[in-house]
Structure formats: structure tokens, C-alpha cells
């Protein structure tokens, strides 16, 4: 056995997540694509089939109130809130992650504009350069319908790009490509600095690294919940507003779920208070509660731990890759300083698409981002040192 | 036996439809809840199952592929299109009805504008005035962002409101408190000579009468599934865009999933063609995919022959609580005439709230809607002449 595979099957001995994997449906492959979608927690079946035969099945419309699918979207909103260092009421659940960008956005702008008539009027959205494309989609819709002009930025240069103009900026805490991670404190105090707000896209850290949303005085936030946190295919994203800007969130899609007395049916908006100001129309429950479920497995774990595990798995990897693969055959484009590397790890290899394809033909699962990227996840709560040294093997057999 | 009890088991027996109440999940409760919730068509859980356990616990990642999950939208939309009279290619699913009317009439309005440069500018949104209040939310939103007026009228008065500021117009196809039908092709042609686009919120007649959106030149059409599609609690939304208006159709919520290459990750957002450009973000595949199979049950099913079981449940109804209510007790709000009257009855009632409570206790489902409305909905693939007999009998029990 090589060195690599017995420091590999020590650091295993010695992970106190290691028990986790058991929570959780995997085979001999090697997993590193929970960063897009996260794997099955196994009890999460069984509990959905409960929710379809008894709550839909038998209770039918008495499980709005009994079965408390009407109060899902903030239950599970405040079941997220530690994960991302928020005290319960700043979340809400629904609607995908796209849908909450624009609420967040809009609402930003408005909020930035409040108090400044007569003064120069907030009009410039500035948005990470590098962003998933659906967030720079989105932004430039929310530009477009409240009169502002979109300024897309490298995250690195978001401070000389505030100004007096600047009503709100969109960033993304990890970048979905290259895995680097962004100085949220820093960069959410130099937006605070110009008078504008910021909104964080945490698809990617959120339940793999502390984000510390109310420490930081973050304004909104959102995130997916099917990456790290593992809520099925397309589960419902979350939004955040920090409470003391919660009175005055403003939002684009008022649906009747926002509203103060949602059954009153009155045709008069009136908001909610607090965080269900977030939601907008009913609420998906069958994928709301499989994600609730999902979210048991959490159930125990520090934040702080998995942020720990990550980093020894995403440097133990680099290190086989360094050992293992020829050098010059990749390029690492994911940081090596800890402080800017969020749980992935993006290689640049020349026909990356193909080569991905022959690692996942050979049990080793990560996924490719045109033009040349292999992407690799790293999610602590299920994948092994030995997995990831077994990734390095392979991906140096692939190339040889 | 009461000659009604007769009549209703002759009904019953001549039913063609009523071999397919055995494929719903049902006991001896008489649910009159379908236009708010539907029942559990009996085979959901065990595909939700299959669709947990093996494609997302075992193939993951790769279902979005060969699961068939990235084109599901659209494939179930065209599962929903021949229920509304529409042809392939027109409807796509996803998202709340809230956020699908947001989509619709923002899109509308750019659309009445465009080649009108020069002319009056169109800067007026008729909405439904009895609607269900989250359209007049959402409709105001979409007005204020894209600087229209709001004009509430009754639907009846909507002519009268037409003009050439006239922009987009929100109507719903049957009032979700008193039953009306309104007349969609009369107030589609209405719309339509005023130059400006229409709207159609279907939630309470998809799959209970033939509507017919292709065939009457509907602009865009917007409905929930988890009515009488059965699809379940918050299942998603669909979005029917015209053939011809598709081009054109500029959404403002322009998700990573509307666009031409979506695994491109390209910066400059350029629309795909067809309906998918009224997708946004990524698709939530559990209730998605419960919604296909939930529509397994119209598998040979005319909407012609819904329509006429509906009406015929919904006359009988009416006769029975003419002849067991004592006088003055109730007063229907839903219209005598068929071609005014969806699926459902409504009627007012003193002590409406309190009433429904000791109906359900006895069995009989329907809801409340406030200050004074008992509301019972007939879903004709489930429900029965008997079922209808008895509601009226326990209802007048209720109220002796």
C-alpha cells in the first residue's frame, strides 16, 4: 500500500464525521459531486412516503394546519439558521435560488434608496464578473426594472467600484468555478462603507464552511439547499434579511403568503412581519419536507468541525494530485491559502470534458464546466481521505 | 332510501367516470376540498419512491441526464397542454402560480408596448378586482415596476375599461370564492381589440372543463397543479405562452434555465426559443416529478366528459340543498346558468366558519372562505352523485 492510501486510512480512523457517512445512501463510487447535487440521506424515503400516504393521502387539506405545511417555510428556514450563523426568524424557505436573487435584489435597491431623496440617486448595481450565470441573468433584471445601471466586476475589485451610486451588490461567497472563497466580512463592510447593501449567494458554502451571516451584518442572503446541504434534486432555495432590515424589505413578489393576514383575502397588501415577508405563493411540500428531513443529519454537528474536515480533504487531495498525476497534465485554479478556498477543488486539464467522463466511467464522480475545468466537491459529512486519494489514483491513471 | 339517495345511485351507476375514483387514495369522508387541494392519486408514492431511492440515491448527478430531470418542465407541461387546449410546446411547469403571474404580465406589458413607439404609451394594467387576492399582489408589483397604473374592475366591467393605455390585462378564467365562469373567449377577443394582451389565471378550471387557450387565442395563461391535477400540496405552477407571442416573450426573470445553452455558463444572457423561456431556475424534481405521475390519471380521460359530469354533480347538488336546507339558511353564489358555473358551489351561510367545522367533524369536506362563504368543490374524477347527496343531507343536518 502506497504511503498516501495508509495516511489516507489513518486521517479516516482518526474522523470524527467519519460515522456520518453511514446517514447517507452511497456505493463504491467515489462521490465528489455533492456540490451540485448533495447524496440521498437514507431516511429521507421513508419520511416523504409518511408525508405523501398520511398527510396528503388521509389528512388531505387538514395537514395545512395539522401537519404544519403552512409554517414550513420558516420552520425550516430557522433549522438552516445555525448552519449559516443566523438566529432563527432571518430565513425563509421557497422558490429557487434565481426567484430569490431578484427578491433580494429589488428589495436591496429600494432599501438603499430610502432616505436619500435629494441626494444623488442610487442606481448602480454592481455584481461579481465570475458569478453563475443566473445570478448575473437576474441582476440584470433587477437593473433593468428599478432604473439601474449592472456593473459586473472581479469580486477582487468590488471596493474601487463603490461609490455614491452604488445601491447594492451581488456576490457569491464561493465562486461555483474555480472554488475560491470570498472575504465576505471585508467585502460586506466596504459595501456598508458606500452606503449600499450586499447580497450574499451562499449556494456554495453554506454547510461547508461557518458563513456568519448576523456577526458580519450581512444584509440578504441566499442559497440552494441541494448542494451541501443535501435536500434532493431542485429543493427549495432560502432567503435571508438581517432583522433590523426586515421592516423595511420591500419586496417584488408579494404573494398572498406574505401577507399579514394571508386567509383575510383582502385585496389590500399588507406585509408580514419578519422573515415570511420572504415568501410569495404555497409552498412546494413535498420537496419543502424532504429537505427538512434532510436537514436531520445535521443534527449533533459543528459547523466549525466540517469547516476542519473540508480543508484536510481538500489539501490531502491536492497533495495526491501533486504525488500522483504527471506534472503539467492540471492546473489547480482553487487557492491554496485556506482562508480563500471554499469545498471544491477546480482543476484546468486539457479535454476536461472527456477526461470526467472516463473517471465517472471509473467510479469517480465530479463534473465538468466548459471549457476546462474539473470540478471535484468535497462534502465532509460523506466523503473519506481514502475517496479522495482514490480520486487523485484515478484521475493520474485516466491521464497516463 | 329519499328519491334523491335513488337518484344519486342511478347516477352513479351510469357514470362512465366512475371507475376512476378506485385509482385515487380515499376513505368514507365526502371531500369536496378538490379545488383546493386534490386527493392522492394512489400510485404517486410508490413512483416518488422509485424516483428517491434509485434516481436520486443511486444514479445522482446523472439523472439530470438520463433520469430525464433537466426536461422535465417542459415534458410535463406538455402532459398539462391537451387538459387546456393547447398544443405541444406551449406550457411549461415550475414555480408558484404567484411567480408565474409576475412572469406573465411583466412579459405582457414589454410585449403591448413594443412597436407602439410614437403612440400613446401603454402604461395600464386591468386586473380582476373579485381576484384571488395574490394575482391583484402580484398584478400591482408588476405595475409598479414597469410603471403602469393598476385598474381593478369587476370582471363583468372590464370592456368598459379597455383603451389604448390599456397594457396587459389579469383575469380569472372562474372566480375562486363564488364559482363564476367568466367568459374567456368573449373577453380575450375584448382584450385583443383594444391592442393590448391578456392574461388567464386557470387555477379553478384546468381539469375541470375544457378551456381551450390555443383555440380562443389566449396570450399567456398561468395555473397551479394541485387543484383538480392532483398534483400535491404546492406542487408547481405552469406557464401557457402563445405560439406566435413566444419570440417575443421577455421574462423578467431570465434564470440560467431560460437560456439558449444553459451549461455554457455564459455571461451575456440570450433566451432559448419556445416555452422553456418561461423556466427560471432549476427545476424542483420531487414535486416535479409527483405532478407527472399524478397526471397518469387522465390517461383516456375527455375534459368534455369532466365538464359534463361536473355540471351534472353540480345541478344535482344544488337540487338536494334546495330540497333538505330550509329556506333562508343558504344562498348560492355560484350562477344557475352552466355556461357561468366552474366547478365548485358556493353558498352563503350565517356562521359560515363555525358551520364548515362541524361539517368536517361529520365528514363532509368542503372550506371556508371569509367572512361567509362555505365553498364545495366537485372534482368529477373522484366524486360521486352520492357524495353529493350527502353533503346537502348532512349539511341541512348541520343547520337544523
Redesign the interface.
Known sequence: MSDLRSEAEALDSRDELAAKRKEF?L?DTV?L?GN??G??PAH??GR??EV??H????L?????EESG?WTAPERIGDRIAPLVGAAPGRLVVG?????NV?KAL?AAVRMAREGHEGRAVRDEIVVD?TT???D???A??AAR??GCRLI?VAPGDVPGALGERTAAVLLNHADY?TGRLHDLPGLTAAVHAAGALVVWDLCHTAGALPVGLDAHGVDLAVG?T?KYLNG??????YLYVREGLQPRFD???????S?AEP?????E?EAVDGARRGR?????????L?LEAALDVWDGVSVDDVRAKSLALTDFFLRCVGAYVPQGRVESLTPAAHAERGSQVALRCEGAGDVMRRL?ERGV?G?F??PDVLRFGFTPLYVSFADAERAARVLAETLG
Request: charged share 15%; net charge negative; proline share 11%.
Open positions: 445512501v456505493d462521490y459531486d451540485s447535487l447524496a440521498l429521507v424515503p416523504l412516503a405523501m400516504t398527510e396528503w393521502g388521509k388531505r387539506i387538514r395537514s395545512w405545511w422558490d429557487s435560488t434565481s426567484v431578484f429589488v464578473a453563475f450565470p443566473t448575473g441573468y437576474i440584470e433584471s426594472l428599478t459586473p468555478r440552494c441541494y434532493g434534486p431542485g429543493s427549495p432555495a419586496s417584488p413578489l408579494p404573494g398572498w403568503n401577507h386567509f383575510g383575502m383582502r385585496p397588501f410569495v405563493g404555497t409552498p412546494d411540500i413535498l420537496s419543502m424532504a465517472v464522480v463534473d464546466r466548459a
